[in-house]
Structures are given as structure tokens and as C-alpha cells.
């Protein structure tokens, strides 16, 4: 089940959350569709590689990542999108494209595109393309402790 270690990280740490089931969808926006949940508010994992390192990247399914910004911001020399190939060991427990923003779970460096803060609950896949968890924001920046940061304006 791949949202069941998320789940229990949550519990855990007695985090309250609500699970969304719905049907299968691939990318964020399709996601946001499907759950009424606005494209700025629902957030979107991108794995991405600063200098040799894997990170993620999380910002709302309507946005994009302004590469140059994100490298001046996180003072990379280099920064890309990852391939598949070269994460997919790394989430054996999730659906690739689908994994939940919990970097830490990882052991990875988590960078929020800072419009995320704005509001009060985060949305995000929850390791399939069927199930989306959502949170408040403050408990997500609690137990992940990401990197708040301008990567993606919103002209974008």
C-alpha cells in the first residue's frame, strides 16, 4: 500500500489529516480536477538533482519551476530534473510521479515553493494516483521542515 509508511509517519506524530480517494489520475492538474481542490493549493512533487544530490522540489500543480531562480536559491552549481531511472529505487513504496513531499521520510532536502505558505492547508499525492492526502500546512512544515523558498512565479 504505498500511502500506509506516510500514514503511519502521520499518525504517528498525531497529525490530523483527511485521505481523498479518486480515480486514477497522472498529473497534478488532472488530480486537482478530479478533487475539486484548486491547482494553487493542491502541491505537486518534483524530484529534481542539486549539484550531485537528490531533492525535491514542491510547489502548486499550476505552477512551474523557474530553473535559473531555483538554482540562484538554492546555491546549486547545478540543478536539474531527475529521471525516473535515477529515483525510482529511492520510492520503492510509491507510484512513480505520485510521491508525497515528505522528504525527510527519504532522506532528502524538501524546497517549498514559498506561495505554498500563503495557505492553510497543503494537498499533495499520497504515494498512488489514486489517493491524495490533505493537511494544514503548519503541521506539513512542522514534521518536514522544508526549505521555504521563490522558485516559480506566478506568471509562470
Known sequence: ???????????????????????????????????????KELAKTVIIKKDVQMAMAVLPASHKIDWN????VTAAVKIELASEKEFEDMFSDCEIGAMPPFGNLYGMEVFVEESLTKDKEIA???????????????????LVKPKVVKFSPANM
Open 124 to 142: 499533495f499525492k499520497a504515494g498512488s494516483h489514486i489517493e491524495l492526502i490533505k493537511l494544514s500546512y503548519e503541521d506539513f512544515s512542522r
Open 69 to 72: 531562480l531555483l538554482k540562484t
Open 1 to 39: 500500500m504505498p500511502a500506509q509508511r506516510l500514514k503511519e509517519y502521520l499518525n504517528g506524530n498525531n497529525i490530523k489529516y483527511l485521505s481523498i480517494a479518486h480515480s486514477e489520475a497522472y498529473t497534478a492538474q488532472e488530480t486537482a480536477e478530479l478533487t475539486h481542490i484548486s491547482g
